[in-house]
């Protein structure tokens, strides 16, 4: 199901924190390093880090999408590449790392609470 219109949400913030922003700052200068097949992240990784890295606000959907991609990555975690900041691991920090992924999350989970709070309140409980 599509997600509402970001002022649906009053009171939740959808402007990544510092941790996330550094995360993606981590990322774009790890793979500024590397020579160029050594470079991991994707065009709408390096986007999606450039988002985060200038705290952008960021639309319900692409909340959605961080916590998709989280899910998707998490083996990336087991590469032989991780601890040497790897392709993997510089896409992973470019999405905003750890930070972005609980934070993502709970922005994902406080979207569902309004969302079933907005519709437990047009569809009130029938009467028997």
């Known amino acids: 199901m599509a997600r509402r219109p970001r002022s649906f949400y009053a009171g939740l913030s959808f402007r990544p924190p510092e ?8 990322a774009l200068e790890r793979r500024a390093q590397q020579p ?9 990784g390096l986007a999606r880090a450039r988002q985060l890295l200038n705290r952008q606000q960021l639309s319900p959907a692409t909340i959605d999408r ?20 790897g392709k993997g691991r510089q896409a992973w920090d470019g999405w905003g790392g750890e930070p972005g992924r609980r934070w993502a999350s709970a922005v994902a989970r406080r979207m569902d609470a309004a969302e079933q709070a ?3 309140s047009t569809n009130p409980p029938r009467r028997r």
């Open 36 to 44: 160029p097949s050594q470079r991991g992240m994707t065009p709408v």
């Open 118 to 120: 907005a519709q437990r």
């Open 66 to 85: 961080m916590v998709s991609y989280f899910a998707r990555h998490e083996v990336d975690k087991q590469g032989s590449s991780w601890e040497s900041y």
């Open 19 to 26: 941790p996330v922003a550094a995360a993606a700052r981590r």
